[in-house]
Nanobody, 126 residues
Framework: QVQLVESGGGLVQAGGSLRLSCAASGDTFSLYAMGWFRQPPGKEREFVATIARSGGSTAYADSVKGRFSISRDNAKNTVYLQMNNLKPEDTAVYYC???????????????????WGQGTQVTVSS
């Protein structure tokens, strides 16, 4: 099982940007499709973005499309989430997740992912 550690969260004003990183260790990173999820205060965990093993395919929640970008560097065992034009409703704990797969696609559901990081807090002030 891969171990995941997120970083890059913090407090930012509305309209600002943050880049989250998720460093993987303990297994071959390129075997994993990756995802970012978030859990706003008092709400369920929700899908944000996902990327296939090769980085060739990505998908986004409608709420972040056009503002967030997911990418990965398999040489550095890291997946990123670039967040631009942040809004107060983006406030949440952000988690990265990994799913081992031999396929070339991506995954959208939390239950698809077997490994999770501890989360990093993102707070957007108005």
């Amino acid at each position: 099982q891969v171990q995941l550690v997120e970083s890059g969260g913090g407090l930012v004003q509305a309209g600002g940007s943050l880049r989250l990183s998720c460093a993987a260790s303990g297994d071959t990173f390129s075997l994993y499709a990756m995802g970012w999820f978030r859990q706003p205060p008092g709400k369920e965990r929700e899908f944000v973005a996902t990327i296939a093993r090769s980085g060739g395919s990505t998908a986004y929640a409608d709420s972040v499309k056009g503002r967030f970008s997911i990418s990965r560097d398999n040489a550095k065992n890291t997946v990123y989430l670039q967040m631009n034009n942040l809004k107060p409703e983006d406030t949440a704990v952000y988690y990265c997740a990994a799913k081992i797969t031999l396929g070339s696609g991506y995954y959208l559901r939390p239950q698809d992912f077997g490994s999770w990081g501890q989360g990093t807090q993102v707070t957007v002030s108005s």
